[in-house]
């Protein structure tokens, strides 16, 4: 059981390059978030994820893209990266449990964009 | 505007010393507040509260919440070195989202 897994761990992209970061769970949840941590700012939610093949905006969408095709996986996809998306995200999952949900936090990926 | 306030934002404290960090909360339709604990990586969790008054402990720690006043604490007694982390607050709403607040960084000095 590997809880929540993020691909890649460190990545340099140069300004208005794409890339898709993947999130993965072995937990059968059915709730998956994409959150950014920058310095000062706590961690702010970007898109989420109900159940396979629906999402959801969450506080900061903008300039990213989000896709649920299987329970497991929840992919974050940055079109045209801008070196205001520097930042480490994690990914995270949750369940139902007791009338509330406790989450899971993926290991977080790295990006800086130049 | 939903938001989670903690403070102090840092903390600095000796070994076996007791530390108490807050985190207040304006958030509409509000379901539970969680704490979690960040030392390099993610964030793990530690408490979810969703009744007031009640007092959930794990070893040195503990937490309550007031669903009146709007805020939490968390205590940490008899601290040590490992419980140096960032200590993050969240409130999840209805509607499957969660506020984070930024944070308190406590270092433990042995």
């Known amino acids: 059981n590997a809880g929540v897994t993020q691909t890649p761990k460190f990545r340099v992209l140069k300004t208005g390059q794409s890339m898709t970061l993947l999130c993965a769970q072995d937990?059968?949840?059915?709730?998956m978030y994409w959150y950014r941590q920058d310095p000062g700012m706590g961690l702010r939610l970007i898109h989420y994820?109900?159940?396979?093949?629906t999402t959801a905006k969450g506080e900061v969408p903008d300039g990213y893209n989000v896709s649920r095709l299987k329970k497991q996986n929840f992919l974050l996809g940055l079109e045209s990266a801008a070196p205001s998306q520097t930042s480490v995200y994690f990914c995270?999952?949750?369940?139902w449990g007791q009338g509330t949900q406790t989450q899971y936090f993926g290991p977080g990926t790295r990006l800086l964009v130049l | 505007e939903d938001k989670v306030v903690q403070s102090p934002l840092s903390l600095v404290v000796h070994e076996g010393d007791t530390v108490t960090l807050n985190c207040s909360y304006e958030?509409?339709?509000?379901?539970?507040l969680l704490w979690y604990k960040q030392e390099k990586k993610a964030p793990t969790f530690l408490f979810m509260l969703?009744?007031?008054?009640i007092e959930k402990k794990s070893g040195r720690l503990s937490s309550i919440l007031d669903k009146k006043e709007l805020f939490s604490i968390l205590n940490i007694t008899a601290t040590q070195t490992g419980d140096s982390a960032i200590y993050l607050c969240?409130?999840?709403?209805?509607?499957?989202?969660?506020?984070f607040g930024t944070g308190t960084s406590l270092t433990v000095i042995p």
């Open positions: 995270a999952s949750s369940s």
């Open positions: 937990m059968n949840h059915e709730y």
């Open positions: 958030v509409t339709n509000f379901r539970s």
């Open positions: 994820s109900v159940g396979e093949g």
């Open positions: 969703t009744s007031s008054g």
């Open positions: 969240a409130v999840e709403r209805t509607g499957n989202q969660f506020y």
